[in-house]
C-alpha cells in the first residue's frame, strides 16, 4: 500500500475494475429484491454542472448503500435530448442538431463516469432515438383513437425571437424565458392532451403518495386547484340569453351589484365590437394574455356593455361590464361581482363607482374590515339573513337548484397540456392532413416517422415546415396528396414516459416489456425541486395513461421522491449569467471524485440548499486523506504483526467497539430511514477520529481496530467508492467492498460497560452501587455490604441470606 493518498490513479484503476467485472449490471430475474433508483436524466448541454453532480451523488449513494442489504438494485442513466438548444447551436455553430447533441453525451457521459456513479449502461437511453420516440408516437396513436388528444385553436404565447409557441410556466414576467422577448398572443392550432379528464384522480391519489414531500404534494394540489361551488345563471335583460358565473360564494349573491366577464365572452358579439368604446378597450387588451398569477396585480379595467342581467333572486337590474380580470379560461370566463366581499371586485367598483353592498358580517367580533372575505353570517340576504355563510349556500343552491337557476359545480384549475411546438429537434406528431383539413393517423407500421436529417435553419419559423419535400407525403389511406404534420411534440412528453422504457430500451415489440412490469414503480426518484410540479405531474398522468393501455399494473410511477435542495454560491443560485458557477471538473482534477461526494453529501441535508465553500471541499478531502493514513498504519502494524501492545487496555477496547456499533446503529438509521446522509457523514468523521486516537495508542493492529476501520469503509463506500475500494483489497480481502454485506450493529456491545445494582435489605432498598458489567457475586456481594448506607443497617447483625440477581439486584436476609 502506497503512503501517499493518490486519488487519481485509485479512482481510474477502481472505475477499470467495476467496469470490466459489470458490477453495475442489473439482474432482472431478482425481482423479489428490485430496487429501482433513478436520478433524473439530464438535458445534454455538454457540460455537467454542480446541480446534476449533487443529484447524482444523491442517486448514488442510495443505490449503493440498498446493493449492501441485499437489494437488486437497477440504476439507470440516458439523455433528455430533443430540446431547443441543440438548435440554436446548429444556428449559431453550424453543426447539426444530432451530431451536437451526440457529442454532448459523449462528454457528459465520460463525466458521469469520472465520478464513479455506478450506472447500468446497458440500458441507456437518448429520446431523439429513434428506437425510443417510436413509442412515443404508437403511444400517442392510442391516445389519439381514445380521443385523449385533440386539435383545437387556441390563444398561444408566441415568442417572437425563438419563433414557438411557450407555456405559461415558461414565459416570466411577459417575457420568453429563454429570449428574454415579449410574448405576443396569437391563435394557432394546437395539440392538446386531455389531463382535465384525469384531475380528479390526480388529485385523489396524491394522499396515497406517502414517501413524497409534503412540500412538493402540496404544490401539485393547489396546481390542480379542486374549487367546489355553483354555477348561477343570469337572464339578460330584453334577451333571450343567459350568462352563467361560476361561484364559490354563493352566500354572497345578495351583493352582487355587477356582472364582469372576459374580453372573449361570447355576449361579446361583432354588435357589441361596433361600440367605439368596447372596441378600444378590447383592442388594448387583446395584446396582453392575463395569466392567472398576475391577475391580482393587474390594474383592474373594464367597460359597460349596455346591457344589464336581472339578479335571479332579488330580480333587480344590474350592470353586465367586460373586465380584464376575468379568465376567458377559467370557470365559465364570467363572474358575480361582489365588491363588498371580493378584493378584486372591489377595486374595480370603486374605480367604475358601482355600489358595494355588504351581505356578510362576522360571526364574532364586531371590527368590521373593507372586504370582509371570510365566512360569517349574512344579511341583507331576503329570507336568507340571520343564516351562516354555509347553511347560505346550502340554502341558496337549494332554491336555485328548484327553480333551474343554479347548479353545483367543481371546477378544476389544471387546464389540458398543449403538447405541440413550432420547432424541428422534436419528436415528430405522427398525423396526416387532407387537402380538407381532415385528421389521419401514421398508420403503426409506418412508425417512427423520423425527422429530416437535411434542414435549413435560415428561414424563419418551423424548419420542418419550410423544408421542400419532407411534409408532402402520399395519404396511405386513399393514394392522395397529402402533408404531415409538422409540429413537434413538447420535450416534456419525452421525459413523462422515460422511466419505463430504462426497463426495455432495446424491445422492438413492446413499449415496455411485459415481464418487466413487476419492476415498477421506481422505488426511488431524485431530483430537482423545479421538477415539482410540471414534469412529476405529467409523468403521474402518463402512467395512469399507461395502467388504463394495460402498459403497467400500478398507478403511481413514483413510490418514493427526494426533492434535493439546490446549490448555491454566495446565497444566490449558481448560474452562468451570475458567473458564480463552479465546474465539477476543476474540483474533480484537484480533489478526485471521492471528495466531491463527500463534500456534497456531507455540506448539508439533502432535502436543503447547499452553500458552496472551498474550505469545506479541503475538509473533505483532509477527512480522506486521514483515512489512508489510518489504513496505512494498520496495514504497516499488520504485516510486522509486531510487540505486544504497550496499552493493552480492556477498557479501552471495549469503549471503542462501543462507538463502532453505535455508528453503525447511527449511520444505518441516517442512511436507511432517515435519508439524512449529511449526519451520517458526521458521525463517519467522529468514529474515523476514535480509530485514530485509537490507534496512536496502539503498536499492535487490534482486531477491534481493524473491525472498526472495516466498518468504517464499508458504510462509507456508498459516498466514496473508489478509495474504500482500494484500501479493502489493500487489507487483503479479494470480494469487492461494494459486494459486502452492510454492516449490523452488535446490540451487546452498545450496553454500557457500567450497570446499576440494587441493594436491598430485607426487600427494602437501601441502596444503590455501580459495578462492571457480569462483575463476580464475590465482588458485588463485598461492594454492596461495604456501601455507606447498606453499612447503617447490617452492622451488628446476621446475615442469614444473601439473594442476587445478575446485574440487578442483591438482597440481604437479616435476622430482625
Ligand atoms: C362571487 C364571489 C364573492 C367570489 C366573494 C369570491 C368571493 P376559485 O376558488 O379560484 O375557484 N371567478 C370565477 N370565475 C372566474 C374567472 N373566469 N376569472 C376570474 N375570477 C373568476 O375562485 C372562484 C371565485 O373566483 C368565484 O367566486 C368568482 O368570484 C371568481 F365574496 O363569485 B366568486
Not at 86 to 94: C, D, R, S, T, V
Not at 640 to 656: I, Q
Not at 725 to 731: A, C, G, V
Request: charged share 30%.
Amino acid at each position: 500500500m502506497d503512503k501517499e493518498y493518490s486519488h487519481k490513479i485509485i479512482e481510474e484503476e477502481a472505475q477499470k475494475y467495476w467496469g470490466e467485472k459489470k458490477l453495475f449490471k442489473t439482474d432482472f430475474s431478482n425481482t423479489k429484491n428490485k430496487f429501482y433508483c433513478l436520478s433524473m436524466f439530464p438535458y445534454p448541454s455538454g457540460e455537467l454542472h454542480i446541480g446534476h453532480v449533487r443529484n447524482y451523488a444523491i442517486g448514488d449513494l442510495i443505490s449503493r448503500a440498498n446493493r449492501m442489504i441485499g437489494k437488486e438494485v437497477f440504476q439507470p442513466m440516458g439523455w433528455d435530448a430533443f430540446g431547443l438548444p441543440a438548435e440554436n447551436a446548429a444556428i449559431q455553430n453550424k453543426v447539426h442538431p444530432s451530431e451536437w447533441t451526440k457529442g454532448n453525451i459523449a462528454s457528459m457521459k465520460k463525466q458521469l463516469n469520472n465520478l464513479g456513479f455506478s450506472y447500468d449502461w446497458e440500458s441507456e437511453i437518448s429520446t431523439a432515438d429513434p428506437k425510443y420516440f417510436k413509442w412515443e408516437q404508437w403511444f400517442f396513436l392510442k391516445l389519439l383513437k381514445k380521443d385523449l388528444v385533440y386539435r383545437k385553436k387556441s390563444e398561444v404565447n408566441w415568442d417572437p425571437i425563438d419563433k414557438t409557441v411557450l407555456a405559461n410556466e415558461q414565459v416570466i414576467d411577459g417575457k420568453g424565458w429563454r429570449s428574454g422577448a415579449v410574448i405576443e398572443r396569437k391563435e394557432i392550432p394546437q395539440w392538446f392532451l386531455k389531463i382535465s379528464a384525469y384531475s380528479d384522480e390526480l388529485l385523489s391519489s396524491i394522499d396515497e403518495l406517502n414517501q413524497w414531500p409534503d412540500s412538493v404534494k402540496m404544490m401539485q394540489k393547489n396546481w390542480i386547484g379542486k374549487s367546489e361551488g355553483a354555477t348561477v345563471f343570469f337572464e339578460i335583460e330584453n334577451s333571450e340569453k343567459r350568462i352563467e358565473v361560476f361561484t364559490t360564494r354563493l352566500d354572497t349573491i345578495f351583493g352582487a351589484t355587477f356582472l364582469a366577464v372576459s374580453p372573449n365572452h361570447f355576449i361579446v358579439d361583432d354588435n357589441l365590437k361596433k361600440d367605439e368604446k368596447v372596441g378600444n378597450f378590447l383592442k388594448k387588451h387583446s395584446s396582453m394574455k392575463v395569466s392567472e398569477e398576475t391577475l391580482s396585480t393587474v390594474d383592474k379595467e373594464g367597460v359597460y356593455t349596455g346591457m344589464n342581467a336581472i339578479h335571479p333572486l332579488s330580480k333587480k337590474k344590474i350592470p353586465i361590464w367586460i373586465a380584464n380580470y376575468v379568465l376567458s379560461g377559467y370557470g365559465t370566463g364570467s363572474v358575480m361581482s361582489v365588491p363588498a366581499h371580493d378584493e378584486r371586485d372591489y377595486e374595480f367598483a370603486i374605480k367604475y363607482n358601482l355600489p358595494v353592498e355588504i351581505v356578510i358580517k362576522p360571526k364574532n367580533s364586531k371590527k368590521e374590515t373593507k372586504v370582509f372575505l371570510d365566512d360569517g353570517v349574512l344579511r341583507n340576504s331576503g329570507n336568507y339573513s340571520g343564516m351562516s355563510s354555509r347553511e347560505g349556500r346550502e340554502e341558496i343552491l337549494k332554491d336555485l337548484k328548484k327553480s333551474k337557476l343554479g347548479n353545483n359545480k367543481i371546477n378544476y384549475r389544471l387546464r389540458d397540456w398543449g403538447i405541440s411546438r413550432q420547432r424541428y429537434w422534436g419528436c415528430p406528431i405522427p398525423v396526416l392532413y387532407h387537402d380538407d383539413g381532415s385528421i389521419y393517423p401514421i398508420p403503426e407500421e409506418q412508425l417512427p416517422v423520423e425527422l429530416p436529417f437535411d434542414i435549413n435553419f435560415s428561414h424563419d419559423g418551423n424548419p420542418l415546415e419550410n423544408h421542400p419535400e419532407w411534409k408532402h407525403i402520399k395519404c396511405p389511406y386513399t393514394g392522395k396528396d397529402a402533408t404531415r404534420e409538422t409540429d413537434t411534440f413538447d420535450t416534456f412528453f419525452e421525459s413523462s414516459w422515460y422511466y419505463l422504457r430504462f426497463l426495455s430500451p432495446m424491445d422492438s415489440e413492446n413499449l415496455l416489456a411485459p415481464d418487466r412490469k413487476k419492476w415498477l414503480p421506481v422505488d426511488q426518484y431524485i431530483g430537482g425541486i423545479e421538477h415539482a410540479i410540471l414534469h412529476l405531474l405529467y409523468a403521474r398522468f402518463f402512467h395512469k395513461l399507461m395502467r388504463d393501455e394495460k402498459i403497467v399494473n400500478n398507478p403511481e410511477p413514483f413510490s418514493a421522491l427526494l426533492s434535493q435542495g439546490m446549490v448555491l454560491n454566495q446565497g444566490i443560485k449558481m448560474s452562468k449569467s451570475k458567473n458564480n458557477t463552479i465546474d465539477p471538473n476543476d474540483i474533480i482534477k484537484k480533489y478526485g471524485a471521492d471528495t466531491a461526494r463527500v463534500f456534497i453529501i456531507f455540506a448539508a441535508p439533502p432535502d436543503q440548499n447547499l452553500e458552496w465553500s472551498d474550505s469545506a471541499i479541503e475538509g473533505s478531502y483532509k477527512f480522506l486523506k486521514r483515512l489512508w493514513m489510518l489504513s496505512y498504519s494498520i496495514n504497516s502494524k499488520k504485516k510486522m504483526e509486531a510487540e505486544e501492545s504497550n496499552v493493552k487496555d480492556e477498557e479501552n477496547l471495549k469503549n471503542l467497539k462501543k462507538k463502532i456499533h453505535n455508528t453503525i446503529k447511527k449511520v444505518t438509521k441516517d442512511i436507511f430511514e432517515r435519508k439524512n446522509f449529511n449526519t451520517a457523514v458526521a458521525a463517519m468523521m467522529e468514529l474515523l477520529n476514535e480509530l485514530i486516537k485509537f490507534n496512536s495508542l496502539s503498536a499492535r493492529s487490534e482486531d477491534t481496530l481493524i473491525e472498526g476501520l472495516e466498518v468504517l469503509l464499508k458504510m462509507l463506500s456508498p459516498i466514496a467508492p473508489h478509495i474504500t475500494h482500494k484500501i479493502w483489497f489493500e487489507l487483503g480481502h479479494t470480494v469487492p467492498i461494494m459486494s459486502e454485506k452492510w454492516p449490523i450493529a452488535d446490540e451487546d456491545a452498545l450496553t454500557d460497560a457500567n450497570i446499576e445494582i440494587i441493594v436491598q435489605i430485607n426487600g427494602k432498598l437501601r441502596s444503590k452501587i455501580i459495578v462492571t458489567q457480569d462483575e463476580s457475586e464475590n465482588s458485588v456481594t463485598e461492594k454492596a455490604r461495604n456501601c455507606d448506607k447498606a453499612k447503617k443497617h447490617l452492622d451488628n447483625k446476621t446475615i442469614e441470606k444473601v439473594i442476587y440477581v445478575k446485574n440487578k439486584l442483591i438482597n440481604f436476609v437479616v435476622n430482625q
